[in-house]
């Protein structure tokens, strides 16, 4: 097994440059970096965080990948860690993919390189094969996005059944002619995939076939939204109401179809996701379905914390309530 002194050795440096590395020290040149980190990968070395914690150089420290920090849903979620892990004595490192497959690749790293103790993944890009590499290097945990068959804990709602509450409610309302929004493909594998079933089985069982031109995929913001109302206005067979993936995309839906004179409900009802503030300070306040958020991140450090101290813990998933909010919007 490579040592320090073997990284010295071949990077030509001193121990004492190389442990500066090692422990993110300012005052090292890029130059320097690179060629301690080129002598780790080639010697295959990672630091021993338990012996720099007993050194008391290291605190644990959490990576948390998020696709996009800007969604509203994924700043509380990291709030809601790192709140938690703090209380804990944790620290917390947000790292955001913009969805990217490399870039998520590039903070699973931090794992190898022993920057980070662990990683919680609230979303996934790359195949899980690719992923479950990384799990001899740290500890991974699910937290949001789920994946039928990775043998990592897992805190998931069950987003199936929140697409479902959703479409169900709004046949009640008289609505047979629904629009729906998805931030992945709509498709049976993939992101969004259970959201998908959710939809496609409140409207199977009410015997009302799918309307492929009223399917909108890889909606995020406000702005998709809006697109979306422009796309729905450009119909002649318009729907009377729309499904959306997130409480932002609602909220665009809302505001363009305003500045076009339609009546909500009236007009148009709209169903969000997420319940994000956002949903009360809309007019009219906007039906979603909530997820839990404070909830995910208290349970995830719970659990990530019992697989830093037992790496050799069971393997455990926890499912947290998801609900339909009725407000007026619907």
């Keep these: 097994m490579a040592t320090i002194s073997d990284v010295a050795k071949l990077s030509g440096l001193s121990k004492t440059t190389v442990s500066r590395v090692i422990n993110n020290h300012p005052y090292v040149s890029d130059k320097k970096r690179d060629l301690v980190h080129q002598a780790m990968k080639e010697l295959g070395y990672t630091p021993n965080p338990a012996a720099r914690r007993l050194r008391g150089q290291l605190t644990t420290t959490i990576g948390v990948i998020v696709p996009r920090i800007v969604n509203p849903f994924f700043a509380y979620l990291v709030d809601s860690i790192e709140q938690a892990a703090y209380k804990k004595g944790h620290q917390v490192l947000i790292c955001q993919s913009n969805e990217d497959k490399e870039k998520e690749l590039a903070f699973m790293d931090l794992l190898k390189t022993k920057q980070v103790d662990g990683i919680i993944m609230t979303s996934i890009e790359n195949e899980w094969e690719m992923i479950r590499l990384y799990k001899e290097y740290g500890a991974i945990l699910l937290c949001n996005d789920y994946v039928n068959d990775a043998s990592v804990p897992m805190i998931r709602l069950d987003q199936e059944k929140g697409a479902y509450l959703g479409i169900e409610h709004l046949l009640k309302k008289g609505h047979h002619k629904i629009a729906y929004c998805t931030g992945g493909l709509f498709d049976e594998e993939g992101k969004g995939k259970d959201r998908n079933h959710g939809f496609q089985k409140a409207m199977n069982h009410a015997g009302i076939k799918v309307n492929p031109k009223w399917i909108f995929v890889d909606q995020h913001t406000i702005e998709d939204g809006r697109s979306v109302l422009n796309q729905i206005l450009e119909m002649k067979d318009r729907p009377t109401a729309v499904f959306t993936g997130s409480d932002e995309v609602a909220a665009g ?54 697989m830093l101290e037992n790496p050799e813990m069971e393997i455990r998933n926890v499912e947290l309530p998801i609900e339909l909010i009725i407000r007026q919007s619907t």
Aim: hydrophobic fraction near 45%; avoid cysteine.
């Design 253 to 306: 839906v809302m505001m363009e179809a305003k500045q076009h004179g339609l009546l909500i409900p009236d007009d148009l009802a709209i169903i969000g996701f997420d319940d994000q503030p956002l949903a009360e300070i809309l007019d009219p306040k906007l039906t979603t379905i909530r997820q839990p958020v404070d909830q995910m991140g208290d349970k995830s450090i719970e659990v990530m914390i019992e």
